[in-house]
């Protein structure tokens, strides 16, 4: 079974703070994760991906994630927060190899970006 | 590419009457799912193809829903005899072959409010 955490369901920072969003999961196996946006009314939308490789992954709009097998997370950054960047983020965790590949999501942090 | 779309965006309905969802994803993914989200809640996998046929579903799939992909192109999820729990957010994903690092690409939605 997998499973995700994503602590804080709310992270309040003023524009042009750093910005940092946690996630910790638990797999039985090794896992591909995932980070999502999702802004008001609409789809999710992929921020980056960690599958194999680089543990230190970047994606769009300045956000990157650093993969860390030993404290199983998978923490989200920007350095500068951006009043767009306001949303809903969720991180998600799905099996590498084997089984279905069904993604588990984590319940999401609300980031507010304060002027 | 269009992206994955959704119809309708919103739907309000009476407890009791059937409601149904479609789903039209990106041409040549072959595998297609379905998702609850609810109000500060993470995506909640319901059911998904490959191609026509549907490989698993979850057990919060009741027997009132039912998901079709004929043509193993674009997807319908009925509910049938609707409740006020039923009320949600649906959400439709699409990805090519699983086994690689593809990635699951979301529509915009359908809104659910049963009253």
């Known amino acids: 079974a997998q499973s995700v955490t994503q602590l804080g369901s709310h992270v309040s920072v003023s524009e042009g703070a750093l910005v940092l969003l946690r996630c910790n999961y638990s797999s039985s196996v090794p896992p591909y994760l995932f980070w999502y946006v999702q802004y008001p009314n609409q789809g999710l939308q992929l921020l980056l991906k960690?599958?194999?490789?680089?543990?230190l992954v970047k994606g769009i709009n300045g956000f990157e994630a650093e993969f860390k097998k030993s404290e199983t997370s998978f923490h989200l950054t920007k350095p500068s927060a951006h009043m767009s960047d306001a949303a809903e983020y969720f991180c998600a965790v799905r099996k590498g190899s084997g089984g279905s590949y069904i993604p588990t999501f984590g319940r999401g942090t609300s980031l507010i970006v304060h002027p | 590419d269009t992206g994955v779309s959704q119809n309708p965006r919103h739907k309000i309905t009476k407890r009791g009457q059937n409601v149904t969802f479609r789903c039209d994803p990106i041409s040549e993914h072959n595998r297609l799912y379905w998702y609850r989200q609810t109000l500060g809640q993470g995506p909640e996998f319901l059911t998904y193809f490959q191609n026509e046929a549907q490989l698993e579903k979850s057990r919060l799939l009741s027997d009132r829903f039912s998901a079709e992909r004929p043509k193993g192109s674009f997807s319908t999820l009925e509910i049938q005899r609707t409740e006020q729990g039923d009320s949600a957010m649906y959400l439709c994903?699409?990805?090519?072959?699983?086994?690689?690092?593809?990635?699951?690409?979301f529509g915009p939605g359908t809104r659910l409010t049963v009253t």
């Open positions: 994903a699409s990805s090519l072959d699983p086994q690689s690092s593809y990635e699951q690409y």
């Open positions: 960690y599958t194999t490789g680089a543990t």
